[in-house]
């Protein structure tokens, strides 16, 4: 396969024999083929023939924004519109969006996921199972050391509460603890007492309870905060 450069360009020359003007053609058509072969379809149906073969188109993929066409002397532009760009520093993929390079949106459809105003995201499961959602209350200047229980509202129906977790952490907040379930007697040194849902409250209150004479009863844990994440059905 011949160089395609200046010299190649300028074939035939003028001084050359007419009689191989038709070994000319036959041979540019040749050249044209070879490469187009490489990555396009040629031949076969009409609607395919001169389309891209899979795998055969390239994207941008280099450090910065590109703002020339493949050509690299024109500007791109609208007709430019979707032309892609992988970039080498991070890996993220944009596109042209007819001015600029923007940035693509991807969709997650197995889960839903909502700001809830005044808590944290909520999280739809939809693979199959039940709908669970998921909510985060924060608590704060829990003075375990002269106080042996703290009380907050959940803000939820109580029938719909499937599970709930919860830490914990001292006034600096450089040691964090895991919150057991407790139920009355014989809970834990902190922990749920039947979170909120039993011993007279309203259904809408989580209950904090600490044992006398532990680690949570001193003044490391005078302004103790946490939170508390819940799962719950719609």
Not at 84 to 94: A, F, R, V
Not at 138 to 154: G, I, K, L, Y
Not at 178 to 203: C, H, K, M, N
Not at 217 to 229: L, V
Request: hydrophobic share 35%; charged share 20%.
């Amino acid at each position: 396969m011949a160089t395609m450069d200046s010299t190649w360009l300028a074939n035939p020359q003028d001084s050359d024999t007419p009689s191989f003007g038709d070994d000319e053609i036959r041979g540019t058509r040749v050249e044209f083929h070879d490469r187009l072969t490489k990555e396009h379809v040629i031949g076969g149906t009409t609607a395919a023939d001169g389309a891209h073969k899979k795998g055969s188109a390239r994207v941008y993929h280099q450090a910065t924004a590109p703002s020339l066409r493949p050509d690299g002397s024109s500007s791109l532009d609208s007709d430019d519109d979707g032309r892609l760009w992988i970039d080498e520093d991070d890996g993220k993929m944009q596109y042209w969006d007819g001015s600029a390079m923007a940035e693509l949106t991807v969709a997650h459809t197995e889960d839903t996921v909502t700001d809830v105003s005044g808590h944290a995201n909520q999280i739809v499961d939809q693979a199959g199972g039940d709908d669970v959602l998921c909510r985060v209350v924060s608590f704060s200047s829990w003075n375990m050391d002269t106080t042996s229980t703290h009380n907050f509202a959940h803000g939820l129906t109580a029938s719909t509460i499937v599970s709930m977790t919860g830490i914990l952490s001292n006034n600096a907040g450089t040691a964090w603890q895991v919150l057991s379930q407790a139920t009355g007697a014989g809970q834990p040194r902190v922990g749920f007492a039947e979170i909120g849902l039993g011993r007279g409250y309203d259904g809408t209150t989580i209950y904090l309870a600490r044992t006398a004479g532990t680690i949570f009863d001193s003044a490391n844990y005078n302004a103790a905060s946490g939170k508390i994440t819940i799962w719950y059905q719609p």
